[in-house]
């Protein structure tokens, strides 16, 4: 396995490193994939511990993609049959972790 490495830059300047295995996925569907995740969190980059990285592979026993999400201490796994779209969804869910009012209701 191959592994090529884009950055996802924040607004002030952080970045995360994404890497992937690029016998898979293509650089240009990559950069793709981050321009959207972009758009969903322009923020995230900045607001992640230095040192977050996602990684995207395909696990070889199995044939089902792989994500691992590092964020500080934490790492995060996620893996599907064939859709590499549903393996971003877990950055949504760190985007949740990092913002909790974002995703409680106003009171009324």
């Known amino acids: 396995m191959s592994t ?8 002030k300047g952080a970045n995360i490193s994404v ?7 293509g650089p240009e569907e990559m950069q793709r994939q981050i321009e959207s995740m972009s ?3 322009p923020n995230l980059p900045d607001e992640v511990p230095r040192g977050t ?8 026993s199995t044939g089902y993609l792989l994500a691992r999400f ?3 201490d934490t790492v995060y796994r996620s893996a599907n049959q ?5 393996l971003w969804e877990s950055v949504h869910f760190i985007d949740g972790l990092l ?4 995703n409680e209701k106003a009171a009324s």
């Open 39 to 41: 758009e969903a969190h």
């Open 82 to 86: 064939d859709s590499l779209h549903h």
């Open 19 to 25: 890497g992937f295995d690029d016998d898979l996925f």
């Open 4 to 11: 090529r490495v884009l950055p996802w830059k924040g607004p």
């Open 99 to 102: 913002h909790p009012r974002h």
């Open 53 to 60: 990285s996602f990684v995207f592979a395909k696990e070889p």
């Open 70 to 72: 590092r964020v500080g």
